[in-house]
Structures are given as C-alpha cells and as structure tokens.
T-cell receptor, first 115, second 115 residues
C-alpha cells in the first residue's frame, strides 16, 4: 500500500461527458502529480500541484484541468471526453517538488473507459 | 533531460538473481537514477534510487558505475511475483519553473520470471 488513494477505481462514460477523478496524497506529502497511461503512449506526465498551486504542466489537453484543495487532495477534471481519452490515470505524491532525492509514490489508478 | 535505454525484455529463472541494465550516458551530476516497476496495470511501485553510491534496500540493490553512465538493478532472488515492467528513470532536478521533478517514463524492461 503506497498510501496514495485514488477514486473511483473504474469509470465508464460516454463521449462528450465530463468526469472528475480524485486523489488523496500520502500523509505529509504536499506535492501531487497526475499521469496518464494509454496503450499507445505509455505513462505520460500531465500536471503537478504543490500546496495548492500549479507547478508544472506536461502533455495535458486543454479539455483537462486539475486543482489541489486546502486539505491537499487533488481532482483531475476531464471534459468533452473522446474515445482516445480512455486510459489509466495515476496520481502520485511526494513531500515537495524539485527535491530529486524524494521518490514519488503512486496510487492504484483510475481506469477510464469511454464508450 | 537525460534519456535512458533499457532492453525491451528479459527472462529470469525463479530463485535466481535478476540483473536489469540501464544506460544513461547523458546523466547530469545532480540527477538521481530511479527504478520503478509496474505489475500488470497497477500503479508504478517505487523500488530504489541512487546518485553515485550503490544502494540496497529490502527489495533490491542498485549498482551505479563510477562514471554514472549506466546502472544495474538487482533483484537477488526473483519470484514469480517480480514479473513486471521495470522502468529506469533519471530524475529531473530543476527547482524553479519548467519540470519540477516529474518522472519521464520510457518503455522499460518487461521482466518475466519463469518457474
């Protein structure tokens, strides 16, 4: 158990819809990272938050957004969903950003299926 | 960002040591080498990391060459449960702006442990 909690584990929805994925970081971790894993792209970094503020963006589509709340949990919002958004979405956390001597720990992911 | 090169697949007999190589010839002096593994579609699991010295924990050992251009992850007594994709990652160490320590995953090495 990594200590990172992601809900829901599975999500099935239709094209054009909007969903919210939730992540609770490990106790004491202030930084949250979101990653997407699709069959053809592998694991890709989407976005990072630290203590409520956005710190870095990766290959995140404009239809996607995220936020980190005062209690440090984070939500990834995906809108106008397309078939290609079907993927595993992972959240990871670490104590602070930029310190490369601190590993990120990953949750078990949310499997999103677009029908 | 330093890039890593890993063999796409390896086999190992159960009970034997699994030695997974990784080349990172462009690594910078302040960048750590991280190893993660992903069992089936579970979240990536942190294994070990190091900067210059060899490291050992309850899961594995990490051997880094003196010139830091390559490393080897050693699972001393592989079991069937060690069958997974193993990722060698050089951790970006920028502190301000741009990437803030997000992980860049390659294709990894698919390790198959056979009875």
């Amino acid at each position: 158990d990594s200590g990172v909690t992601q809900t829901p584990k599975h999500l099935i929805t239709a094209t054009g819809q909007r969903v919210t994925l939730r992540c609770s970081p490990r106790s004491g971790d202030l930084s949250v990272y979101w990653y997407q894993q699709s069959l053809d792209q592998g694991l890709q970094f989407l976005i990072q938050y630290y203590n409520g503020e956005e710190r870095a963006k990766g290959n995140i589509l404009e239809r996607f957004s995220a936020q980190q709340f005062p209690d440090l949990h984070s939500e990834l919002n995906l809108s106008s969903l397309e078939l290609g958004d079907s993927a595993l979405y992972f959240c990871a956390s670490s104590p602070s950003p930029g310190n490369s001597n601190q590993p990120q720990h990953f949750g078990d992911g949310t499997r999103l299926s677009i029908l | 960002d330093a890039k890593t090169t890993q063999p796409p697949s390896m086999d190992c007999a159960e009970g034997r040591a699994a030695n997974l190589p990784c080349n990172h010839s462009t690594i910078s002096g302040n960048e750590y080498v991280y190893w993660y593994r992903q069992i089936h579609s579970q979240g990536p699991q942190y294994i070990i990391h190091g900067l210059k010295n060899n490291e050992t924990n309850e899961m594995a050992s990490l051997i880094i060459t003196e010139d830091r251009k390559s490393s080897t992850l050693i699972l001393p007594h592989a079991t069937l449960r060690d069958t997974a994709v193993y990722y060698c990652i050089v951790r970006v160490a920028k502190r301000y702006g741009g990437s803030q320590g997000n992980l860049i995953f390659g294709k990894g090495t698919k390790l198959s442990v056979k009875p």
